[in-house]
Antibody
Framework: QVQLQESGPGLVKPSETLSLTCAVS?????????WGWIRQSPAKGLEWIGS???????YSNPSLTGRVTMSVDTSKNQFSLKLTSVTAADSAVYYC????????????WGLGTLVSVSS | DVVVTQSPVSLPVTLGQPASISCRSS???????????LSWFQQRPGQSPRRLIS???NRDSGVPDRFSGSGSGTDFTLKISRVEAEDVGIYYC?????????FGQGTRLEIK
């Protein structure tokens, strides 16, 4: 069974960088499939952040372009998200997911991690 | 971005009765490859979303057959033939045809 677990700070200061890692078990990240990040907030609902293939090919939401960096570490079977210059609007529950077909959405999700942006 | 609008926002249903959720997109969802990328997700209280249906009507493995999806173009529907207590939660549609992928705002299903 594929399992994903997000980790990272729960509190980030405004203008700083949000960094999250998603540890994958039960499946190798380099066996195919895209891996993605989605966030959920009361204000915006579910919002697609971006997706990345194990080769490093990545696509991010144009609304976040310039602030998003994603990477894959096949040796640790995990992938990561960095979001720079955060504001309160970036406060959300962040989910990592396996994209069983990018266009049809995630087939496996992490439990989610709450990130608050506040000084 | 493609705007995806769900209705109703809240859906009270009696156990054993059918339920229907509508999803409308601001642009047609037929992809250049000929497929229509409209998926439905269920989010139970305190849980992560779970995909129920992809490409309009393809149920995911393990999804009860009381869930069905239909539609075309810009209008889509998720139907539950007989609502059970475990169906309580928020339902989202998602379009994957146009980048960026976008979700509807959700429909909260509750038991009357």
């Amino acid at each position: 069974q594929v399992q994903l677990q997000e980790s990272g700070p729960g509190l980030v200061k405004p203008s700083e960088t949000l960094s999250l890692t998603c540890a994958v078990s039960g499946y190798s990240v380099n066996r195919g499939y895209y891996w993605g990040w989605i966030r959920q907030s009361p204000a915006k609902g579910l919002e697609w952040i971006g997706s990345i293939y194990w080769t490093g090919s990545a696509y991010s939401n144009p609304s976040l372009t310039g602030r998003v960096t994603m990477s894959v570490d096949t040796s640790k079977n995990q992938f990561s998200l960095k979001l720079t210059s955060v504001t309160a609007a970036d406060s959300a529950v962040y989910y990592c997911a396996r994209l069983g077909g990018v266009l049809i959405g995630p087939d496996f999700w992490g439990l989610g991690t709450l990130v608050s942006v506040s000084s | 971005d493609v705007v995806v609008t769900q209705s109703p926002v809240s859906l009270p249903v009696t156990l054993g009765q059918p339920a229907s959720i509508s999803c409308r997109s601001s642009q047609g969802l037929v992809h250049s490859d000929g497929n229509t990328y409209l998926s439905w997700f269920q989010q139970r209280p305190g849980q992560s979303p779970r995909r129920l249906i992809s490409q309009v009507s393809n149920r995911d493995s393990g999804v009860p057959d009381r869930f069905s999806g239909s539609g075309s173009g810009t209008d889509f529907t998720l139907k539950i033939s007989r609502v059970e207590a475990e169906d309580v939660g928020i339902y989202y549609c998602m379009q994957g045809t146009h980048w960026p992928i976008t979700f509807g705002q959700g429909t909260r299903l509750e038991i009357k």
